[in-house]
């Protein structure tokens, strides 16, 4: 078993700080799948995906100094992931205009979903409501959060997740 996996979280961030390439390497061994997963869940796009990781990563161990372990590592790099995907599409994002009709309720779990199609029906949504559906529903911020890392009032992030929750349930209804 390498030595990079006995590693400890605070081993690595001290590591990094000494420019250690294998403290650096075992992080983002350590982190990267699961950074690429965001960032491609926000992204929509395999490649700004990519750019997205190497750019967050390229962040974390130039800003690592920052880091004031107030929170976990990887929550720390999934911010700065999920920032530095928003920045890449915010150019992109619309947020859809309210709609006039309301509909309650989610989707009925009562069947089984598909990982894959339900996965395919999230990257179908406007790029404005997965954003903020990834980010509340997938990551756990909050309306107040999200509004912020989107330039946003609560009221549109509230509103787009209730639209982006309304076409899952219309594409889930034909699965």
Known sequence: MPLTISMTEAELIDGCLAQDRL???TLYDRYSQAMFTIAYRITNDYEL???VLQEGFLKVFTNMHQFRRES?????IKTIVIRTALSKIKKRIIFEPLESSHTSGWVDWGTRLDTEYLEKAIQGL?????AVFVLIEVEGYSHKEVASMLNISVGTSKSQL???KKKL???LAKY
Do not use: I, N, S, V
Request: hydrophobic share 40%; net charge neutral.
């Open 162 to 164: 209730f639209y982006a």
């Open 49 to 51: 995906a990519a750019d």
């Open 23 to 25: 403290a650096q390497k």
């Open 72 to 76: 976990t590592l990887g929550a720390w």
């Open 126 to 130: 406007p790029e404005g409501y997965r």
């Open 169 to 171: 349930r219309e594409a």
